[in-house]
C-alpha cells in the first residue's frame, strides 16, 4: 500500500488512517461481535454513529441551524433528477451556469422534469478556458433555483465567485470539491455532492438544504429522492447505505483531526501550487485552463507530443503512481489531488514528470 499513490478522479482515495481503522473494526465493531454493515440502521449504535456523522459534518462546515443534511442515495447524478423534483414544478425554469461536463449532465437531466435554461457557458480568455459570471440581467427572479458546479472534476474547471443570483436560491454540484476549503453554507439555498471524491465509498451523495425549500417536490417525486421526507425520517425512510454513512464518519472526524477545513485547505493549496508550478516550469507539459479558474483538486494536463500519453502512463503506473489518465473525452492526463491525497503523492508524481521529460523530453 505504502508506495502506491492513486490519483482516481472517483472513486478516488480515502485517507490512509480511516482506511486503517475501518479494517480494525470491520469485522468487530465496538466488540459487538459483528460488523457495522451487518446492525440494524435503527438500532442504537448505528444512530449514534448517523448523528455523530451528521454532528462533525455540520462542524466542519459550520453549517447553520435552519438546513438540514441529508444522506441519500444516488451518488451525484442521482441529485441531477432529486434537485428539479423537490425545487420545481414543471412548468417552471431552473437557471444553470455550464463549465463542464457535469453542470451540462445536470441541465440534461433537470429539462426531463422543469424549464431548464443556461444562461452561462464557460468560454476563453487568453486563449485558455476560462468560466465568467453571469450578467445580474440573465437571472430571471421567477427561477426556482440557480445550478452550478464550482469544481468540474472532467475539466479541471473551478471558480470560487458565486452568482449574484437576485434571491434566486444557489444549487451547487460540489461533488469533488466538498470539504477541500471552509465554506459559507449560508450564501447557498442547497448543495450536495456524490460522496466518492472527498466524502467516502460511491452511491451515498451529501445533501445540505434550507428549511425553506423543503415542502415544494413534484407528486411524481420517488419517494426515496424526496428531500422533505428523508428531512422527516432522519434520512431512514428507507435503509439507509449504512456502510458508506459510516465510513463518511470517519473521514469527517479524519478531518476534524487534522485542524478541520482551514488546514485542508492549506495542504490542498500547497498540492496544487506545486503541481501547477511544475507543469508550467517546462513546455513539455501543459495546462489549458485559465489560472484564475484552475481547479485544485482536479489538474488535467497534456504533454506536448501526445504520442508519449500511453509511455507516460505506463511508466508512472510501474512507479506506483496510479489512474492518471485523463477522461476520455478530454485525453492527457489527469490528476486527481482531493483531500486524501498527501502532499508526498504530489511531489513523487512531480519527480516523475521531470524525470520522464529529461528521458523523452
Ligand atoms: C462524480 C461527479 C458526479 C457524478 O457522480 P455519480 O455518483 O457517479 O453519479 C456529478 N458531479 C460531479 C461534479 C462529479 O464530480
Known amino acids: 500500500m505504502s508506495n502506491v499513490y492513486n490519483f482516481s478522479a472517483g472513486p478516488a482515495k480515502l485517507p490512509e488512517p480511516v482506511m486503517q481503522q475501518a479494517r480494525e473494526q470491520f469485522v468487530d465493531w465496538n466488540a459487538s461481535g459483528t460488523s457495522v454493515m451487518e446492525v440494524s440502521h435503527r438500532g442504537h449504535d448505528f444512530i449514534q454513529v448517523a448523528e455523530q456523522a451528521e454532528q462533525d459534518l455540520r462542524d466542519l462546515l459550520a453549517i447553520p441551524a435552519d438546513y438540514k443534511v441529508l444522506f441519500m442515495h444516488g451518488g451525484g447524478r442521482g441529485q441531477f433528477a432529486a434537485v428539479p423534483l423537490n425545487l420545481s414544478r414543471p412548468d417552471q425554469t431552473s437557471l444553470h451556469l455550464v463549465s463542464g461536463s457535469w453542470s451540462k449532465g445536470a441541465v440534461a437531466e433537470a429539462a426531463k422534469y422543469n424549464q431548464a435554461r443556461v444562461i452561462k457557458q464557460a468560454g476563453t480568455k487568453d486563449g485558455l478556458a476560462f468560466m465568467a459570471p453571469p450578467a445580474a440581467a ?68 451529501v445533501v445540505i438544504v434550507h428549511e425553506s425549500l423543503l415542502g415544494k417536490a413534484q407528486t411524481a417525486t420517488p419517494s426515496i429522492f424526496d428531500y422533505t421526507l428523508a428531512a422527516k425520517h432522519d434520512s431512514m425512510y428507507n435503509t439507509p447505505p449504512t456502510f458508506s454513512w459510516y465510513l463518511a464518519g470517519l473521514v469527517f472526524q479524519w478531518l476534524k483531526s487534522i485542524g478541520g477545513l482551514t488546514e485542508m485547505a492549506r495542504r490542498n493549496a ?83 514528470m521531470a524525470e520522464f521529460e529529461r528521458k523523452y523530453g
Open 270 to 352: 500547497t498540492k496544487a501550487s506545486t503541481l501547477y508550478n511544475a507543469i508550467d516550469a517546462s513546455d513539455f507539459y501543459r495546462n489549458q485552463i485559465h489560472p484564475r479558474c484552475r481547479s485544485k483538486m482536479n489538474v488535467p494536463f497534456q504533454l506536448a507530443d501526445a504520442a508519449l500519453d500511453s509511455r507516460f502512463v505506463q511508466e508512472a503506473e510501474a512507479q506506483g503512481l496510479k489512474a492518471l489518465k485523463g477522461h476520455r473525452s478530454v485525453g492527457g492526463m489527469r490528476a486527481s489531488i482531493y483531500n486524501a491525497m498527501p502532499l508526498e503523492g504530489v511531489t513523487a508524481l512531480v519527480s516523475f
Open 138 to 205: 440573465d437571472i430571471d427572479k421567477d427561477a426556482a433555483y440557480l445550478h452550478f458546479c464550482p469544481n468540474e472534476t472532467v475539466d479541471g474547471i473551478a471558480y470560487d465567485w458565486l452568482p449574484e443570483a437576485n434571491g434566486v436560491p444557489l444549487v451547487a454540484d460540489m461533488s469533488s470539491t466538498i470539504l477541500s476549503q471552509p465554506l459559507d453554507i449560508s450564501r447557498y439555498g442547497m448543495l450536495y455532492a456524490g460522496a466518492q471524491k472527498n466524502i467516502g465509498p460511491s452511491g451515498l451523495s
